[in-house]
């Protein structure tokens, strides 16, 4: 019988021994070839393009030494396209867990030093054996990504790698947070999963996400367009809302995801990590009183406000350039985690409209799925009126957000400092919606519409009748506001719990989420909701 000579293994560390000495000695000599990665070569390709290899980002994520890794030995079982010939370990992803702050944090790392960090059917499923892990742990997840994509000599064993991924990207979401950070090119299906995840961080220059890219544009549409310009992190964290955070650099953006991971609980029956802070819960705001100008139509940075109420005055801001018309920021009151929804009267006067309600109704979802109290800002003029908003569906956008606080159960108390003008003040976490608490500033103003508007309308005839229109105008504008905008009218009638002074707003929010800590709601058994589309 014919034999033929069996191949070489490249990849392969030939054994210094047969006893247990040197059997030990090859696995601590395999382990180091697998961390040290393919070649220098590749190492220094990475670093030429300004990005920094998979264990180089695993370690400044986790903290030191606490990386567990899981499946470092495994390698592919492909054929064809010359791929038996090459069978390195870890084929391309970095899976395991470590610690943050000292909390368990499971990661996967793509190492696009070994096949582009193209995901393959064993890339696959060590990507969803960590995903499963993970939310049986009940531990947040973190994606390293910088891939290439399906791996294209493996064919469909890829696409459904990815189909697996998305199943769980899904069934993990608001169980335990998950964060992709994109770290460089990431297309097609590859865009899909940091999608489904509760945060996308981005690095400028370096990272861009987009479904199909400027070759399959330029052949479609004619359209030249570069990587950075049709899918960076600059406009997908100012145009396209994609992204949450962008950063300069590597090194920076993943510090911001360690201090994200601080302010989340690890799974959502758990609450946020409180912190011990020095800003005293009752310590007075005097300089909210010059900050916001009581004239309704003067802008001010809501901002602003929020870094005077909060801990310290710092705050986490999310989606900080898309839909700049809303913040929504997270913070600290008294030690403990609040997400925070206002408007922001420096930008389009703090008017909701599409984007903004998109935004803010994710916002609150997350907050609500994780158990995060919910304190809202409001001076709004109302929506956006138009006839782009209009025909683009602001009234089911306008929608989700409505849909989103009213299924909010988590604490919910709600702030008007000035103006609250038509659906917007109903949307925007009013009492009539569930808010726990309303308060008001002795500037709000709650109303169906502005004092000029409403009488305009209420008053046409006898202002067209009058003989001086305009002087009747401005006698008619300030009947309005003397009977229905007076800032204790909606408390008169139990729709505000109470009109505070503004230098006394962080002790009274403090007090009231103090109280509500123990809140306990129950929605209806249902299968899940039908929120706007």
């Not at 590859?190 to 996400?209: C, E, H, I, K």
């Not at 898309?322 to 006067?349: S, T």
């Not at 008017?351 to 304190?375: T, Y």
């Amino acid at each position: 019988m014919k034999t033929g000579k069996a191949t070489k293994d490249p990849e392969r560390v030939e054994p210094p021994g047969s006893d247990v000495r040197g059997r030990v000695a090859e696995l601590h000599s395999l382990r180091e070839q697998v961390r040290r990665g393919p070649s220098d070569r590749a190492t220094e390709a990475q670093h030429a393009k300004g990005k920094l290899t998979a264990r180089e980002r695993i370690a400044l994520l986790l903290d030191e030494d606490s990386f567990r890794e899981v499946e470092q030995l495994r390698r592919h079982r492909a054929t064809g396209f010359g791929l038996e010939a090459r069978k390195p370990y870890t084929d391309g992803v970095i899976t395991g867990w470590g610690t943050v702050d000292g909390r368990t944090v499971f990661v996967y790392a793509h190492d696009f030093r070994i096949f582009g960090g193209a995901l393959g059917e064993a890339h696959a499923t060590k990507i969803h054996k960590i995903m499963d892990m993970a939310l049986k742990a009940g531990a947040p997840l973190v994606s390293l990504n910088d891939g290439a994509g399906a791996r294209i000599q493996e064919g469909v064993s890829a696409l459904a790698g990815y189909g697996g991924i998305f199943q769980r990207n899904t069934r993990a979401s608001g169980v335990i947070p998950q964060i992709s950070v994109m770290l460089g090119p990431c297309a097609g299906g590859a865009a899909y999963s940091p999608a489904l995840t509760d945060f996308v961080f981005m690095v400028r220059d370096t990272s861009q996400m987009f479904i199909t890219g400027p070759d399959v544009v330029r052949a479609v549409t004619g359209e030249e367009i570069s990587q950075n310009g049709l899918g960076g992190a600059d406009v997908h964290a100012e145009t396209s809302g994609v992204a949450h955070f962008a950063y300069d650099d590597e090194e920076t953006c993943i510090s911001e995801v360690r201090y994200l991971i601080s302010m989340l609980p690890s799974n959502n029956r758990e609450n946020p990590p409180a912190h011990a802070t020095g800003d005293a819960a009752d310590r007075r705001s005097d300089s909210l009183l010059t900050l916001v100008p009581a004239d309704g139509n003067r802008p001010y940075d809501m901002l602003k406000v929020i870094e005077e109420l909060v801990d310290d005055g710092d705050v986490l801001e999310v989606h900080e350039r898309w839909a700049r018309n809303i913040i929504c920021v997270l913070a600290r009151l008294g030690g403990r985690v609040v997400g925070i929804v206002a408007n922001q009267p420096a930008h389009l006067a703090g008017v909701l409209d599409i984007h903004a309600s998109e935004k803010a109704a994710r916002f609150v979802q997350l907050c609500d799925a994780f158990n995060i109290p919910i304190v809202t800002l409001l001076d709004v003029p109302g929506f956006l009126p138009g006839v782009d908003q209009e025909h683009g569906g602001v009234i089911r956008h306008g929608a989700k957000l409505l849909y989103a606080y009213c299924n909010a159960t988590v604490p919910r108390i709600s702030l008007i400092l000035r103006k609250a003008y038509g659906g917007a003040y109903i949307v925007l976490d009013s009492q009539s919606i569930g808010a726990d608490l309303t308060y008001a500033w002795p500037t709000n103003e709650i109303a169906v519409m502005g004092a000029e508007g409403a009488a305009n309308v209420i008053f046409r005839r006898r202002i067209a009748e009058a003989s001086d229109p305009e002087a009747m105008r401005a006698r008619m504008v300030k009947e309005y506001q003397a009977e229905l905008m007076h800032p204790y009218y909606a408390a008169e009638r139990g729709l505000v719990d109470d009109v505070i002074d503004p230098a006394e707003t962080r002790e009274t929010l403090i007090g009231a989420l103090a109280m509500l800590r123990t809140k306990h709601a129950d929605l209806p058994s249902r299968k899940h909701g039908n929120p706007p589309q």
